[in-house]
Structures are given as structure tokens and as C-alpha cells.
């Protein structure tokens, strides 16, 4: 198990699962020439994934059913004899890639969407096609791990805001692999399916599915798709259709039964982490709260919270990006603000807020942007921070929500931070007089359930469950 994130400077010795801001590093393509030289546990690319996504799920079950699974998929890609070693990322976000060296990535998020072993393998198929293509070798390769951070989180810990107001805004992803490249992996990682045993309808399922729950954030955040697999992996709309025409080939000239693996996937990720977990603090909508840490606040609706390696984000209209963290300080705000953390910038406009807890806030304007600087006391040493940033041009009409935000500020009485639960996957069998409603009431954490409910389980808006089979449901219950 990894460090984690901000947080875990202030509690010591505490060890747990991380959810990460995943799109930043997926499917990254590795220069074919040196894949021998990475096939080692302790090349730092594969360190700095681990960190960057925070840290391995530490499930026996899940574990062990994701590398039998990996290892089927990969004997049966166009490179069968390397050697492959996979890796589950304690991550919500779907994703997955992989790198030459044998390095295969899949997030417990994907392993949530996914409703069968054939899904999965379909996609670790597809990574590892990225890999023995060298699509790699087509186009420069783009730094993992402390690089990315840097460039797209901005430098959270110990670093003066300067150069988190320049690296707020930053859409510097990983570069996606061409459409080319897309269809080429969707092939080859069909026909890696076929020769497995699998069901190869399963690959272009899966991008439907996905498609499916992209649609469904983009809609619920106001237009701001989360960042996960499509990041890098061109959203195509005849994909689907594509993957589909190859298995459907490859059916017609063949006599074996298809297998898809339902009821063992179901098995492994029964009980398995969705969404935040304890140590990394919860999203429930529009609040952010921590129930170790005892804090919570909420960002304006229009705002999309997003959990990561390094702050607490949440993307708004316009280009606006709300960024908080935590730091060392024995100030009070006031100096902490102007003497240390923007110690180089000209604020405008320093003043105290309206907050539960003492704090500060101020202006800086640069580069066509303006920020709102949050401080907070946060008592033993350390302060609370907000970087509030949209264009000038939209600020005014934001800041009421930027002030909002500071404002909500709350620290979590013992009681309060106690009912606060994790979110798990529970398999459920579904009984003759089970109604689709029963199990979308059982839902928890989650917006619109009954959509969330039949996208988890592959159903279309007017199927229902059918009565002895298993559906996936997102509960806080910790009953298993």
C-alpha cells in the first residue's frame, strides 16, 4: 500500500485505498525499444503510477481474479511469450492501460462498470494491442507520474501559489492515441478476446456501456464529462458498431461456444470499494466532506467535484476550477496569505471571511484569469487553502459561489463524521417478486439511481431484471 495524497501528512501511520484523478495517465504509450529494460517491479514509471493513482487495492479477491484474468487475455495477444504482471489502481475513475515491459493497469472503477470477465479482458485486450502495436512509437512520448502532476494538478504540497494559479486551469492531459491507433487496439483486442474463449461482442459492449455513463456525467455535471478512459481514447460513435461487425466475423467462421464469465466476476467484486473511501474523504453531490479529517464543505451547483491524488477539484462553467488543500503553518492566515503562500503576487483586496473558522481571503489577477485566494485555520499547525480561478471575463458572476463555497466550511462533530460510510458493491439475486424499484431504493450515494442502476447491469431504459439472475447495487451498508 502507497502514501496517499494531501491528507496523509497529517495522519500519521494511517495506511488505505486512494481514490485518483485517473484520466491524467491513461493508456500511456511507452517507446517499443525500451520495453526490456522496464520489465522490473522497480522501474520508476511503474512507481510513478502507483503513486499518481494512488496506491494499489489491496483486495486478495480481487487481486487474484484481475491477474488470472490478465494473464488468459495476454497469452492470447499478438505477443504471447512476454511476461505481464497487473496491477488493480485504488481509483473509482473507469480506466485502464498499459506500457511495454509487461505493466497492465485496470481501475477498480472500471472493474464496478464492467459486467462480466469477457468485458474486462476486452479491455486489457485492447491496452495491450496499444503495446504490441508500438503506437507508442508514433508520436513522442509524454512523461508519467511527477510530470503530469506538476502539469496538470499543479505542485499541491509546500509550493506557493504562483505556481498553482498558473497550473490550475491546465487541460495537459496525456495526447490520446489517434483514431487510427483506436480502431487498430479495437481489433487486435477482439481477436485477443476470440482466441481466449471470451465472447468478442464483449469489447464493443464495453464501449457501449462506457459511452453510456459518459453521457450520463455529462449531463449531471452541466456539460463536464469526468476525464477517464475517453480521456485518451477517442469517443468515437461508430466504435461500437466496429467492434461489433469484427465479432460478429468472427463468429460466423467459428463453432465455439462463447463464454462471458458473469458469475465470476460478480464473485470477486462483491464487496468491493466504490467511489471514495474513509481516509480519502466522500463526495456526496455538491459537498466534499472528510470524516476522519472532520471537515466538509459544498461547491455551487454548477460545479463538478472531483477527488484526486493531490487536492480536492471541482470544475465549473467557463473554464472555472475550484482547487483545495491543506499546509504547514504556524501564521496566522492573514500572514500566511501574504507572507508566505503568495508572498511574490500582488493581491488586491485582503481581507477577513465570514467562515466557522478564522481565515482570509484575497484578488490576484493574472494572465486573463482572476483567483480568489481562501485561508483557513486549521489549528495544529496547518491551514486550509481555496484557489477559486475562472477567465476575468466570467469571474464576477462566479464569485458569489467562490465565497459561497468558503463560507460552507464546516468542521464535522464526532458524531457527524461517524455516520459517514463508503460506498461498496453488493451482488444481489434477484427473486420472482423483485420489482426494479426494489433495488433502485436500495441504491445510496449515487445521482438518478435508477439510471445508475441499469447502466451498472447492462440494462436498456425499458429492460427489467430477470428473476434468478445477480445485479450489482451501490450501497453503505456494511452488511456482506
Given at each position: 500500500?502507497?502514501d496517499?495524497r494531501?491528507?496523509?501528512?497529517?495522519?500519521?501511520?494511517l495506511?488505505?485505498l486512494?481514490?485518483?484523478?485517473?484520466?491524467?495517465?491513461a493508456?500511456?504509450p511507452?517507446?517499443?525499444?525500451?520495453?526490456?529494460?522496464?520489465?522490473?517491479i522497480?522501474?520508476?514509471?511503474?512507481?510513478?503510477?502507483?503513486?499518481?493513482?494512488?496506491?494499489?487495492?489491496?483486495d486478495?479477491k480481487?487481486?487474484?481474479?484481475?491477474?488470472?484474468?490478465?494473464?488468459?487475455?495476454?497469452?492470447?495477444?499478438?505477443?504471447?511469450?512476454?511476461?505481464?504482471?497487473?496491477?488493480?489502481?485504488d481509483?473509482?475513475?473507469v480506466?485502464a492501460?498499459?506500457?511495454?515491459?509487461?505493466?497492465?493497469?485496470?481501475?477498480?472503477?472500471l472493474l464496478?462498470l464492467?459486467?462480466n470477465?469477457a468485458?474486462?479482458?476486452?479491455?486489457?485486450?485492447?491496452?495491450?494491442a496499444?503495446?504490441?502495436?508500438?503506437?507508442?512509437?508514433?508520436?513522442?512520448?509524454?512523461?508519467?507520474?511527477?510530470?503530469?502532476?506538476?502539469?496538470?494538478?499543479?505542485?499541491?504540497?509546500?509550493?506557493r501559489v504562483?505556481?498553482?494559479?498558473i497550473?490550475?486551469?491546465?487541460t495537459?492531459?496525456?495526447?490520446?492515441y489517434s483514431?487510427?491507433?483506436?480502431?487498430?487496439?479495437?481489433e487486435?483486442?477482439?481477436?485477443?478476446?476470440?482466441?481466449?474463449?471470451?465472447?468478442?461482442?464483449a469489447?464493443?459492449?464495453?464501449?457501449?456501456?462506457?459511452g453510456r455513463m459518459s453521457?450520463r456525467?455529462?449531463?449531471l455535471?452541466?456539460?463536464?464529462?469526468?476525464?477517464?478512459?475517453?480521456?485518451t481514447?477517442?469517443?468515437?460513435?461508430?466504435?461500437v458498431?466496429?467492434?461489433h461487425?469484427?465479432?460478429?466475423?468472427?463468429?460466423?467462421?467459428?463453432?465455439?461456444?462463447?463464454?462471458?464469465?458473469?458469475a465470476?466476476?460478480?464473485?470477486?467484486?462483491?464487496?468491493?470499494?466504490?467511489g471514495?473511501?474513509p481516509?480519502e474523504?466522500?463526495?456526496?453531490?455538491?459537498?466534499?466532506?472528510?470524516?476522519?479529517?472532520?471537515?466538509?464543505?459544498?461547491?455551487p451547483?454548477n460545479?463538478?467535484?472531483?477527488n484526486?491524488?493531490?487536492?480536492?477539484?471541482?470544475?465549473?462553467?467557463?473554464?472555472a476550477?475550484?482547487?483545495f488543500?491543506?499546509?504547514?503553518a504556524?501564521?496566522?492566515?492573514?500572514?500566511?496569505?501574504?507572507?508566505?503562500?503568495?508572498a511574490?503576487?500582488?493581491?488586491?483586496?485582503?481581507?477577513?471571511?465570514?467562515?466557522?473558522?478564522?481565515?482570509?481571503?484575497?484578488?490576484?489577477?493574472?494572465?486573463g484569469?482572476?483567483?480568489r485566494l481562501?485561508v483557513?485555520r486549521?489549528?495544529e499547525?496547518?491551514?486550509?487553502r481555496?484557489?477559486m480561478?475562472a477567465?476575468?471575463?466570467?469571474?464576477s458572476?462566479?464569485?458569489?459561489?467562490?465565497?459561497?463555497?468558503?463560507r460552507s466550511?464546516?468542521k464535522l462533530?464526532?458524531?457527524?463524521?461517524g455516520?459517514?460510510?463508503?460506498?461498496?458493491?453488493?451482488?444481489?439475486?434477484?427473486?420472482?417478486e423483485?420489482?426494479?424499484?426494489?433495488f433502485?431504493?436500495?441504491m445510496?450515494g449515487?445521482?438518478?439511481?435508477?439510471e445508475?442502476?441499469?447502466?451498472?447491469?447492462g440494462?436498456?431504459?425499458?429492460?427489467?431484471?430477470?428473476?434468478?439472475?445477480?445485479?450489482?447495487?451501490?450501497?453503505?451498508?456494511q452488511?456482506?
Amino acid at each position: 500500500m502507497t502514501d496517499r495524497r494531501i491528507f496523509k501528512t497529517y495522519l500519521p501511520g494511517l495506511l488505505g485505498l486512494i481514490i485518483s484523478f485517473c484520466s491524467l495517465t491513461a493508456c500511456a504509450p511507452v517507446n517499443q525499444a525500451a520495453a526490456q529494460k522496464q520489465n522490473s517491479i522497480n522501474h520508476p514509471d511503474h512507481k510513478k503510477i502507483i503513486r499518481a493513482f494512488g496506491g494499489v487495492y489491496e483486495d486478495f479477491k480481487v487481486g487474484s481474479y484481475v491477474a488470472g484474468l490478465s494473464l488468459k487475455i495476454a497469452k492470447s495477444s499478438d505477443d504471447p511469450v512476454s511476461k505481464y504482471r497487473v496491477t488493480v489502481l485504488d481509483s473509482p475513475q473507469v480506466n485502464a492501460f498499459a506500457m511495454p515491459g509487461g505493466y497492465t493497469y485496470v481501475t477498480r472503477g472500471l472493474l464496478a462498470l464492467a459486467n462480466n470477465e469477457a468485458e474486462v479482458a476486452a479491455v486489457m485486450g485492447h491496452e495491450i494491442a496499444h503495446v504490441t502495436a508500438a503506437h507508442g512509437n508514433e508520436r513522442q512520448r509524454t512523461a508519467i507520474g511527477t510530470t503530469v502532476l506538476a502539469t496538470v494538478l499543479g505542485n499541491v504540497l509546500n509550493s506557493r501559489v504562483a505556481n498553482q494559479i498558473i497550473d490550475i486551469g491546465a487541460t495537459g492531459l496525456l495526447a490520446g492515441y489517434s483514431r487510427k491507433q483506436e480502431y487498430e487496439a479495437d481489433e487486435l483486442g477482439v481477436l485477443s478476446l476470440h482466441r481466449a474463449g471470451y465472447d468478442p461482442y464483449a469489447g464493443g459492449d464495453f464501449l457501449a456501456a462506457m459511452g453510456r455513463m459518459s453521457e450520463r456525467e455529462a449531463r449531471l455535471s452541466g456539460g463536464n464529462r469526468m476525464l477517464g478512459w475517453f480521456s485518451t481514447h477517442p469517443d468515437t460513435g461508430d466504435r461500437v458498431s466496429k467492434a461489433h461487425k469484427i465479432a460478429a466475423d468472427l463468429i460466423a467462421n467459428s463453432e465455439q461456444q462463447r463464454n462471458r464469465g458473469r458469475a465470476a466476476h460478480l464473485a470477486a467484486i462483491d464487496g468491493m470499494l466504490y467511489g471514495d473511501a474513509p481516509d480519502e474523504g466522500f463526495i456526496r453531490g455538491q459537498d466534499f466532506l472528510h470524516p476522519i479529517l472532520r471537515l466538509r464543505f459544498s461547491v455551487p451547483d454548477n460545479f463538478q467535484l472531483i477527488n484526486s491524488t493531490q487536492a480536492i477539484f471541482a470544475k465549473g462553467p467557463d473554464g472555472a476550477i475550484i482547487k483545495f488543500d491543506m499546509a504547514d503553518a504556524d501564521q496566522s492566515p492573514r500572514a500566511y496569505l501574504t507572507d508566505i503562500w503568495a508572498a511574490d503576487l500582488r493581491l488586491k483586496d485582503v481581507s477577513e471571511i465570514n467562515a466557522e473558522l478564522d481565515g482570509v481571503t484575497a484578488i490576484h489577477e493574472q494572465s486573463g484569469n482572476i483567483s480568489r485566494l481562501v485561508v483557513l485555520r486549521a489549528g495544529e499547525g496547518r491551514v486550509y487553502r481555496f484557489v477559486m480561478q475562472a477567465p476575468a471575463s466570467a469571474f464576477s458572476p462566479l464569485d458569489h459561489g467562490f465565497k459561497a463555497t468558503a463560507r460552507s466550511f464546516k468542521k464535522l462533530s464526532v458524531t457527524e463524521a461517524g455516520k459517514l460510510k463508503p460506498l461498496k458493491i453488493k451482488i444481489l439475486t434477484v427473486r420472482e417478486e423483485d420489482k426494479l424499484q426494489d433495488f433502485v431504493s436500495q441504491m445510496r450515494g449515487v445521482e438518478a439511481p435508477e439510471e445508475m442502476f441499469r447502466i451498472l447491469n447492462g440494462l436498456s431504459p425499458s429492460e427489467i431484471p430477470v428473476s434468478g439472475t445477480k445485479v450489482k447495487i451501490i450501497t453503505d451498508s456494511q452488511i456482506f
